[in-house]
């Protein structure tokens, strides 16, 4: 069948007609611009670029064809093209590099784009032409196959038009492999499957975007009798594990469970004595009821202790997408800001009313927190960028200079998106005196913007979407709350569920966890899709999707890969494992040591997950990758290793000031007169979550008979304890 298929994949693209040989001319926007992109020659590096290069400047990716024609026809007196003799022009002498041309060589002689040019040079070098049919999609086939060792597949790429037509295009389009370890593909569009995995292709034509997925198995056939869903998360998961030819590790052991859903949920290390008594629990639902404690779904009020630090550490983390700091706001915004977001996480205020909230802001910024987000953001362009990536998780800035490379989002989307935040202004107020002069969000009677290269007024217009041109609101943001947080918009819905998958489970469904593209597709789209369908169900209840989450399968598996799983990175076969995030790993240090970090301008006692912005002085979160809140990016917080962090842990101050504190946990085992077993079993138990086994006990008891003294012995074992990848990485 697969041959088959590849036979007719192939016969398909050989019937394809050489624009240059059809009765009409090759049209300079459908044939001519399309072989330029493909040779390269408008990207930015080359005469794409801001300035062009030698003198010659092109539209990026010829998404202004209507400036190229000149560029290419008219300019230095007509000197590129040679409409009697086209194979003497330049623009063709250059790309066959048969005259010097820093770009190198570019086509072949006599191949398909050669061909292209040259007959629309002797067809007079037409322009634009007006009434042409706009290309309003494109579609590729396979859109999903899986492949053997080697195997190989051309692709199909169709055209389609306003007024119906089709073309296939598979000659014009440009290829790209996202991992060309599981699958190469050629300039024509001719893949093979190469090493194990799951991989797309990237297909591009005329600023329309799609892809193809590749997938290759890691085995040929599993048997997955032995894991039993526990919700309809583990459907999905399983589904795409058997897809792939992946076994899952095994279910993990109750005190890495218990570590790992604090830190998750709660950014919190277990206590000691919740972590005995689950340990000693015989329950079966222990771990479901765990999970509904932390998210405080018990409605018993005894049970439900953690909701505190459940609203502070998502504070936290929506603080950091939202760009909550002083800097931008005044300390005074900064701490409404903070405790609005921290209060309507408390009280579970479902996502789609939370985002309502803060785009429909007015206001008072000290009197509304949520109005701050207007004074972090002013311009209705950057609001359009932060509404697009915190909201719907799109990256949306590249669009404001030209068509997005990897997206089918134009300048036009993009002005269309800050069109409805034209009428946002603020003032400033005295009404708060000495407290500071207070700035109020408020809205103008008008407000227009112009498409910066055709000087239009471009009307307000949702992503994706058509314009919204009956608006009759003052206040346009009303039209595209609606639209944004409304059911039928899967981008909304598929980003937060994308996000609290990334937090909870360490590594998202789409990576970055922030850029969802139809050219960055999910590892796994039945899961996700899943997943967004159980969270509008559930009326955008928060905590419901993390204790769907929470409660799988999946998220209980071990983080030991097994030899069938050890290859997999992105589909959930084993818990990925991450380093604690700054402020995590300052309280867990805490935690573990009995000890309290002072931060000026609040009370002693203060957790660093409480913090409600960066600008709270600490060499330790500074250096372990705290985010400065300058953008609106998940990228802004550093995860990845470096010396300097090693040395903070290892050797820093603040990790010796802890361990030798004289009201710390050493102090008091000392005073105390712990036994060695009592000693080792807490130091284990706080900071690892689970008692020690036969082997450490008698490594720590070796370590105590060869320190200097019995101080200096618990604070080494403990200083090990804190420098060990199971302490550093949530597991």
């Known amino acids: 069948m697969r041959y088959a298929l590849t036979i007719i994949a192939a016969f398909i693209v050989a019937c394809w007609i050489n624009p240059a040989l059809a009765d009409q001319p090759p049209s300079f926007i459908e044939d001519v611009i399309p072989v330029l992109t493909k040779a390269g020659c408008n990207q930015g590096a080359c005469h794409g670029g801001q300035f062009g290069q030698g003198g010659f400047k092109l539209s990026l990716l010829g998404f202004a064809p209507e400036q190229d024609h000149p560029s290419i026809v008219r300019e230095w007196t007509q000197r590129r093209v040679s409409l009697l003799v086209p194979a003497e022009s330049l623009l063709l002498r250059k790309a066959l590099a048969s005259v010097p041309h820093g770009g190198g060589k570019r086509m072949s002689y006599k191949s398909p784009e050669y061909e292209t040019l040259k007959a629309w040079l002797a067809a007079g070098a037409p322009g634009p032409v007006e009434d042409e049919p706009r290309l309003t999609a494109i579609s590729v086939t396979p859109a999903e196959r899986e492949y053997q060792q080697d195997e190989s597949q051309q692709l199909t790429v169709i055209a389609e038009y306003s007024d119906g037509s089709r073309r296939d295009v598979t000659q014009l389009a440009r290829y790209d492999s996202l991992s060309e370890g599981v699958a190469r593909v050629t300039r024509s569009g001719f893949i093979t499957a190469a090493g194990q995995g799951q991989t797309a292709i990237m297909v ?353 598996l071990s983080s030991t890969a097994t030899d069938e799983n050890a290859a997999d990175t992105r589909f959930f076969s084993h818990y990925p494992t991450k380093r604690l995030p700054a402020e995590v790993l300052l309280d867990a240090i805490d935690d573990a040591c009995g000890t309290q970090e002072r931060f000026t301008g609040v009370p002693l006692g203060t957790r660093a997950i409480e913090l409600p912005d960066p600008k709270f002085s600490s060499y330790f979160l500074d250096t372990l990758g705290r985010p400065q809140r300058i953008v609106s990016c998940e990228c802004e917080r550093t995860a990845e290793p470096n010396l300097a962090q090693v040395l903070q842990i290892a050797n820093g101050e603040l990790v010796q000031r802890k361990l030798t504190d004289k009201q710390g946990r050493i102090s008091r085992l000392i005073e105390t007169k712990a036994t060695d077993e009592v000693a080792f079993t807490e130091l284990y138990l706080v900071t690892l979550s689970r008692r020690p086994t036969d082997e450490e006990i008698d490594h720590c008891h070796t370590i105590l008979a060869t320190a200097n003294d019995r101080r200096s012995g618990l604070e080494d074992i403990l200083w090990a304890l804190l420098n060990g990848r199971e302490f550093l990485f949530n597991h």
């Open 204 to 556: 591009r034509y005329r600023g329309r975007a799609k892809v193809s997925s590749v997938v290759r198995p890691f085995a040929d056939d599993v048997d997955l009798a032995d894991f039993q869903p526990h919700n309809f998360v583990d459907e999905p998961v399983k589904a795409r594990w058997q897809k792939l030819g992946l076994k899952p590790s095994p279910l993990c052991s109750d005190d890495v469970f218990i570590r790992r859903a604090f830190l998750a949920s709660i950014g919190t290390l277990p206590p000691r004595e919740r972590v005995e008594r689950f340990l000693a629990s015989d329950d079966p639902k222990k771990r479901i009821e765990l999970v509904d404690e932390l998210l405080g779904l018990t409605r018993d009020p005894r049970r439900d202790v953690y909701v505190e630090p459940f609203s502070a550490y998502w504070t936290q983390k929506w603080g950091d997408l939202l760009r909550n700091n002083r800097d931008k706001v005044g300390e005074t915004g900064m701490w409404a800001f903070a405790n609005w977001i921290r209060a309507s996480l408390r009280e579970n205020k479902p996502m789609d009313q939370f985002a309502r909230e803060i785009l429909l802001a007015r206001g008072s910024i000290y009197q509304n927190g949520q109005a701050n987000y207007y004074k972090v953001a002013s311009k209705a362009t950057d609001l359009a960028e932060t509404t697009a990536q915190v909201f719907l998780g799109v990256r949306l800035e590249c669009a404001r200079c030209h068509q997005h490379p990897f997206e089918s989002y134009s300048q036009a989307d993009y002005y269309g998106m800050a069109a409805f935040f034209t009428r946002v202004t603020t003032k400033r107020s005295s009404d708060f005196g000495g407290f500071g002069n207070d700035t109020v969000v408020r809205l103008k009677t008008s407000g227009t913007i112009k498409h910066p290269r055709t000087g239009q007024v471009i009307s307000p217009t949702p992503l994706g979407a058509s314009s919204l041109e009956s608006i009759t609101a003052r206040d346009l943001r009303q039209p595209l709350a609606e639209w944004m947080t409304s059911p039928e918009n899967s981008l909304f819905a598929r980003n937060i569920v994308n996000r609290t998958w990334g937090h909870l489970m360490g590594t998202a469904i789409i990576k970055p966890i922030d850029d969802l593209r139809e050219t960055n597709p999910p590892s796994n789209p039945e899961l996700l899709e899943a997943l967004a369908a159980d969270f509008v169900n559930n009326a955008y209840d928060l905590r419901k999707l993390m204790r769907a989450i929470m409660v799988s399968r999946v998220f209980q």
